[in-house]
């Protein structure tokens, strides 16, 4: 065997190809999600901390780079690879979407890369579907609810709208808040587009009182404080992770996709640790959830903050280089590695 036959074809898939692929496999990739969350769960997984670069002269911009692995001991799902995604709040201003991605693909045998994928679309897509699955363990595992809000009117906030809407849930009324008129509206006129009955614009503190209230916004620390904001049972999907008060955080139930991830960084349950001094206010996880380890009590607020982990976007990453590559939508770069030889 030469050493070149070891090398897998590298392709490039762009967003286009991604879109296409993605439109079809919302509810495939909520399972996705779920599956990865017990890879992860069982110790299958490596994902270290994220890492920041930042700019003192601009401290609202970031690009963080997500490196992970997950290990498939019995096939051949094996892969390695490292997410690139870049935030820079004010392209909202240039009417271009906050954040940028790439996604490398790694081949777990060699480490050479064997895919580059616009990584923006399957990192809201992976979120989306984590927030929805979220959602419904705690809501046990029904798919109704009368009110769903949602605090933030981006790309993110879309593709969980979106989300909720291909997996069959059912709203009398979807309630949309953004400090962003326009923002708003959009998100708003893309509901009515699916085909939602009832979507209306209201102000932050109707939002908050939703039976089912999605944060998805850029906050860079907490805005809504105070306990009592939400009632028992009421069920608040954490995704921007630093909208809400420590003590909001303390006085609930939480639910976490890793729980030394999301209590880091400055995020409201890692600010309830620093400001409380322990982690009692820590629930579980959602893959505990799915295993039964874990039952939903209502008797208190439910919170689920998923950091959002690089395992997810390699294992939708994965799912989509293979249809790609097989329905002919991938773009093959021959030679792309100068030397395939030794010698």
Not at 311 to 323: E, K, Y
Request: net charge negative; hydrophobic share 40%; proline share 5%.
């Amino acid at each position: 065997m030469t050493t070149q036959s070891l090398l897998r074809p590298f392709h490039v898939i762009p967003g286009a190809a991604i879109k296409n692929i993605l439109d079809e496999l919302r509810q495939e990739a909520i399972e996705i999600v779920a599956q990865t969350y017990l890879t992860h769960e069982r110790g299958e997984t490596v994902n270290p901390d994220s890492y920041f670069l930042r700019f003192p002269e601009q401290p609202a911009n970031r690009i963080i780079a997500l490196p992970a692995a997950i290990i498939d001991s019995e096939g051949d799902q094996s892969v390695s690879g490292i997410k690139w995604i870049a935030s820079y709040p004010d392209n909202i201003k240039s009417g271009i979407p906050r954040a940028s991605a790439v996604l490398i693909l790694n081949d777990p045998d060699t480490g050479y890369p064997y895919a580059l994928l616009e990584g923006a679309l399957i990192s809201a897509v992976r979120t989306a579907a984590s927030a929805v699955l979220g959602a419904w363990w705690l809501n046990g595992r029904n798919k109704r609810a009368s009110r769903l809000s949602i605090i933030g009117g981006g790309v993110i906030a879309r593709n969980i709208l979106e989300t909720f809407f291909s997996d069959d849930w059912s709203f009398d009324r979807v309630e949309i808040h953004d400090l962003n008129a326009d923002s708003a509206q959009a998100l708003a006129t893309f509901g009515e587009q699916l085909g939602l009955p009832d979507v209306q614009q209201v102000s932050l503190e109707q939002a908050l009182s939703a039976d089912v209230v999605v944060f998805a916004t850029s906050a860079g620390e907490p805005y809504v404080n105070g306990k009592g904001t939400f009632r028992p049972g009421q069920i608040v999907l954490n995704i921007s992770l630093r909208d809400i008060g420590a003590e909001i955080i303390e006085e609930s139930y939480n639910y976490f996709d890793d729980i030394t991830h999301c209590l880091k960084a400055n995020t409201s349950p890692h600010l309830a640790e620093q400001k409380y001094g322990h982690r009692d206010f820590v629930t579980g996880t959602v893959a505990q959830l799915i295993r039964g380890d874990l039952q939903v009590t209502r008797d208190k607020p439910l919170i689920y903050s998923p950091f959002g982990m690089g395992i997810l976007d390699l294992a939708i990453g994965r799912m989509i280089h293979d249809i790609a590559v097989n329905e002919g939508s991938a773009v093959a770069i021959p030679s792309f590695f100068g030397e395939e030889r030794r010698w």
